[in-house]
């Protein structure tokens, strides 16, 4: 039998309250009618959210969804309402302009009874009084947290990082400082060639500075792609006149106060106005340290975003689950919207997501997913060149489990659909099909 939540209602003639799913009749103490009964919200929950990227904002939006009476504070250390990170290289590029990257408007928050607390840096958690405490002496107190910190742009430790004129990019205020040099024209040095390092270098390539692209390993993109992918993909951006060294290692950045070259093991010199640096991004740990939760490179989460605190979630860039840490856009959305819902009682599970990838800004088409390169016998990889595009699957046994697809992406919805589906292609193996033909099959 299913039974009617419990509710409590109160008379607004004498104040008498009263707990039952419906009202009573009447008042037993001014015995005025049912009508003058109203229903009392339960006392809401409180539910804390550090940090306010993608994660942070998926969440408040999954427990205000939940769980209408909840009270959701949204702790934010950045000035501006949260916005598009991914997007920050289309903004640099010109392709948006600021006003575009806002993820909701101001009344958005308000129309969600989501508290918004901007330019407040969460300084310390206090896990046994269920309590957190902000740089500007503020404390907050939580039925239940969510952290979703982010991560930090990695900086190698080179001789001169410290330089003015040495950057990275991580948020809008990063992305504007950038813009500032590149308003004269300039010459820059991107150190690192992942997608990150790619879309700043076609950016501000667009602006007009002479970009270089320096990265260690043998190839670009050695994550997304295999070497033959990353030669194609190398001469498409030569062609836009960026200059790229591949196998070259970053010896020191010189100047006296400001950067002024960057010194390759190899001897040679780059000069340089701006060096940004992109060298991948480490989980913000700091907080998670001090509540005592247990992490390994990120905060350690079971499926349901759930940490070693039961009062504590944790979703997004600062979140390790399953020994896997993403990175990405699309994971740290849902990963948040299931540790909003989690923190509100709502049954919910990540069931991880094959990392995939795309170049924006270069106006390259590109998509990566899943495992790029055979690593066990009888992995079996199709290769089509055709045409100057370059697209690859690779399969184990039968299933397809990665793919690249550069030039023409066209196919990247379809493709994810079958490794996400892991979808068993052994009767076309079987008959010898190439990549040319497997990628007909998939258009039908
Ligand atoms: C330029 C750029 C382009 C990208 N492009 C892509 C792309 O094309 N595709 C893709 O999948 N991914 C892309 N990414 C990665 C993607 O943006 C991230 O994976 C995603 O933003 C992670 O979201 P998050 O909410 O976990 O963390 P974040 O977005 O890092 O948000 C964390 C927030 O918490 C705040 N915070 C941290 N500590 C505290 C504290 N102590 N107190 C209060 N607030 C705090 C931070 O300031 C930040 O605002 C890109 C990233 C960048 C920087």
Same mark, same amino acid.
């Given at each position: ?54 994660a942070g904002v998926s969440a408040a ?114 992305a504007n400082a950038i813009l500032a ?157 299931? @540790?909003?819902?989690? #923190?509100?009682? $709502?049954? =919910?599970?990540? !069931?991880?997501?094959?990392? +995939? %990838?795309? &170049? ?48 023409? @992406?066209?196919?990247? #919805?379809?493709? $994810?659909? =079958?490794?996400? !589906?892991?979808?068993?292609? +052994? %009767?076309? &193996? ?15």
């Amino acid at each position: 039998m299913n039974q009617l939540p419990l509710k409590t209602w109160v008379c607004n003639v004498c104040g008498f309250s009263s707990a039952g799913a419906e009202p009573p009749h009447g008042c037993p103490q001014c015995g005025t009618d049912r009508n003058h009964f109203e229903e009392i919200p339960p006392a809401g929950k409180r539910y804390l959210i550090i940090g306010a990227g993608i994660a942070g904002v998926s969440a408040a939006d999954a427990i205000h969804q939940a769980d209408p009476y909840g009270k959701v504070v949204l702790l934010s250390d950045e000035t501006e309402l949260p916005y598009f990170r991914m997007n920050l290289t289309r903004y640099l590029a010109g392709e948006l302009d600021s006003s575009k990257l806002d993820l909701h408007s101001r009344a958005w928050y308000l129309e969600n009874h989501i508290e918004l607390h901007l330019n407040t840096k969460v300084v310390d958690i206090d896990a046994r009084s269920q309590q957190v405490f902000s740089a500007d002496g503020r404390s907050y107190a939580y039925d239940a947290l969510i952290m979703t910190t982010g991560a930090s742009p990695f900086v190698p430790p080179f001789p001169g990082v410290d330089l003015a004129g040495v950057q990275t990019l991580r948020t809008l205020r990063d992305a504007n400082a950038i813009l500032a040099v590149c308003a004269r024209p300039v010459d820059v040095v991107c150190i690192g060639g992942g997608l990150l390092g790619l879309e700043v270098a076609g950016a501000i390539s667009r602006r007009g500075a002479q970009v270089s692209v320096v990265e260690s390993l043998p190839w670009l993109l050695p994550r997304q792609l295999d070497q033959a992918a990353s030669r194609i993909l190398q001469q498409k951006i030569e062609s836009m006149g960026i200059k790229v060294f591949t196998g070259a290692k970053t010896k020191a950045l010189l100047g006296e106060e400001h950067v002024e070259s960057v010194q390759l093991e190899d001897g040679s010199f780059l000069p340089a106005d701006l060096v940004i640096i992109s060298a991948g991004v480490s989980a913000n740990l700091e907080l998670a340290r001090k509540a005592g939760l247990a992490i390994n490179r990120g905060i350690l989460v079971d499926d349901m975003m759930r940490t070693s605190d039961p009062l504590i979630f944790a979703a997004g860039d600062d979140t390790e689950h399953q020994g896997r840490m993403y990175g990405l856009w699309i994971p740290a959305k849902s990963q948040g919207s299931i @540790a909003g819902f989690s #923190a509100a009682g $709502k049954p =919910a599970k990540f !069931a991880g997501d094959p990392p +995939s %990838a795309r &170049l924006k800004v270069l106006g390259i088409d590109l998509f990566s997913i899943g495992q790029i390169s055979p690593t066990e016998n009888g992995d079996l990889l199709l290769v089509d060149e055709s045409g100057g595009n370059y697209a690859s699957f690779l399969f184990r046994k039968g299933v397809l489990i990665g793919s690249i697809l550069l030039g023409d @992406a066209s196919l990247a #919805a379809k493709v $994810k659909n =079958a490794v996400e !589906a892991q979808e068993d292609f +052994s %009767a076309q &193996l079987g008959q010898g099909i190439s990549a040319a033909a497997f990628k007909e099959a998939l258009k039908a």
